[in-house]
């Protein structure tokens, strides 16, 4: 019992980071139907900001943690949020209007450029740093197993719901997540009403980089090292589980990363040879889904028109 | 010229607001990942700025923009018009012919110059070749779109295309013997081993492409994971070989059996998904096998691969210095080249034939069905045809091309690990066919010969070291160029080299027709 709630709590730790990776998938295939397969990337590029605003941060004599936190969060977002602005920019608009696999090319193109440029500019090696956020709770003791929440955890699941929660609000009560919804629905139409298109799908790109730095902070806040590499798993995790949840769907992608996250956890936890082979329990859960779900879990369902 | 002095100024100004805020933009992204650099210390680590390196970027991006602006984007009149004409066709004004042939006499003044330079001062020998190396690449230019213009002028109804396969063909076929006699007798000192490997490298990916063509461009299902059944291939045969000793053409079928049982594997579940789905899956079960191989230690012996894979003999003949070979039965002295010639003209009867059987296979009925299903699921499931059997076919005919390949890459390399699978090897394909244009076998064997074969020059590039000076290793940026190739080609040209194909067969004129009644309307 005592293992089973540690690892539930550690499942939703990690499901909560790739909830927010998902989010940046889900907004974007809502929005434009494509794989942005450079978010992954963008994901590590804000982990990368996020340690060196750190280390600035630190190397200039603030002390305070947790403002120092927030500065860095602040900075993170802004930086990597002008980074998926760019992508989207040079790769993305010109082929908006090309055949569906053109924009997925210079996807797959970008998140090269993007993790060589980090590897040419910052160096192959992995990036550690010294935990920041220490200590923790013991819930309760079973026969001298104990169940920790630990400090950081409870900032990963805090800050995640607070952003899930402002994000929701952005989508369901502002113009721009009425007009992002318009696009979703149908982008000419959207136009001749008005919105603007090209604005709309900027500012959804600059919301998954901006989320997805949160992700890179915290990622680097829980496991304490980096490199150049982490945005590809974390990026096709963070895909399978917006797939789950239904792609296009919010509530959906931080439902599909809390099981992706879940199911992780508990496979490495229980199943012999279990650490190995986590990534391919997550996989096969997805395969094994879609095939009954072939539009994942809260998905809206396809409707054909010819 | 027409431009006067206010619409100067109005370019010059809103140029001027573009580049600063393109400047603003490259600071905000490089100032913190270029501007600072982490360095390992005995502290942990600690941060070393590098403003310059900053600034040096900042100001690329400034006046890159600007001089576009200025100069192409913005410009009535844009110097590179002239030489984009060279190769669309249109008419040629007079400055056009001012431009060229003026480019073309500075870049000659300039090579001449260079080669002038380099023999007077030894020490601006690394200057000399970069100027040398653009003069040359503007001549080339210049020269082979002027020959492309006359041909069409003179001869504009020549088969082109035809002539152009036929050559390359030709050309791959009489390459390895004609280099390989020409150096034995001659000794022109052609790094023969080099440019073997090489073109071996580029076949294997034009047979990959060949086959990826199958499911991505005529059956129009996105397949991330091809890698996969290359990988099936790779292993069955590596080990059928190490552990029964069955020989490479024993094992070529089974392989290319094993990859098409696995493509119907990953199939079935996958044939309900849409598009974007299927891609996902694919993508999900190639890493699944990646991670089995790596884990499964018993039989994959996992990471560390397997080793001692034997080469492929000539009806029987092994390759060898000892005993019995195809040099003995032959009376030929003993070289290890012949083994390699050998392995060259195998992928190649293998890509030719992957090439064969897709054109062929493209005009049988279930041909066909891959195409019309590409244009229309729908449609298709409405007229009749069975799209899972469609589906399934696709993905088995193509899982088997990459089956046979990953066995002659597991023959030619004598060692496999799962690091020659990652999911780099599905991208770098996938790439292949769709910069290539999809559907099109010529334009697939092109983009692989394009990016392979340039990604592959840049290892071992003395010259690029001449110019950058002797820190600059070029594998460290090779991979950042194919990502900037990647995208610029696909922006420059989203259609593929050569543009996409359409359907092979059509109602003949429908289109046509249509497009009459439109105009009768209009009229």
Redesign the interface.
Known sequence: MAYFLQQLINGIALGSIYGLIAIGYTMVYGIIGMINFAHGDIFMVGAFVALIAFLLIMSLGLTLIPLALVLVLIIAMLLTAVWGWTVERIAYRPLRESFRLAPLITAIGMSIILQNFMQVAQGARVKPLQPVVTGGYEIFNEGGFEVNLSNIQIVIVVTTVLLMGVFWLIITRTALGRAQRACEQDRLMASLSGVNVDRTISLTFVMGAALAAVAGLLYLLYYGVIDFFIGFVAGIKAFTAAVFGGIGSLPGAMLGGLIIGLIETFWSAYAPNGPEYKDVAAFSMLAIVLIFFPTGLLGRPEIEKV | MSVGAKAWGTRLRSALSDAIISAW?AF??F????G???V?SVR????KSRPGLLAIAVGIVFFGRLLLNLFVWQADYPPTRPFAKLYTGEPFERRDWWVLGLTGLIAAVLGGGSVLLASFTPSATSVALAIRLVAIVILVFEAIGLVHRLMVHFFPNLPYARIFIIAGVLFAVAFPLTSYLMEKTFHIGLPLRYLFDLSILVLTYVMLGWGLNIV?GLAGL?DLGYVAFYAVGAYVFALLATTFSWTFWMCLPIAGAAAALWGCTVGL??L??????L???T???A??VR??L??WTDITHGPNGISDIPKPTFFGLPFGANGETFSTFFGLRYDPLHAIIFLYYVIFGLAILTNVLTSRLRRLPIGRAWEAMREDE??CRSLGINTTITKLSAFATGAMFGGFAGAFFATRQGFISPESFT??ES?TI??IV??GG?GSQLGVALAAIVLVGGFEAMRNTQGLRLIFGPDFDPA??R??L??????AI??WR?GGIVS?RTPSITLSGSRGSAAQHVNEGRA
């Open positions: 933009i905000f992204l100032c913190l990942t270029l600072v650099r982490t390992d942990g680590l600690t941060l991505v996105l579940p996958v309900r998904l849409r598009g974007d789905y891609a996902i899956v993508l999900a079960f890493e699944i991670i089995v790596i884990n729908i449609a999911f780099m991208a996938l790439a769709v910069l999809l460290l940026y991979m950042l194919f990502g900037i190739a990647m995208v696909m922006v989203p996409r």
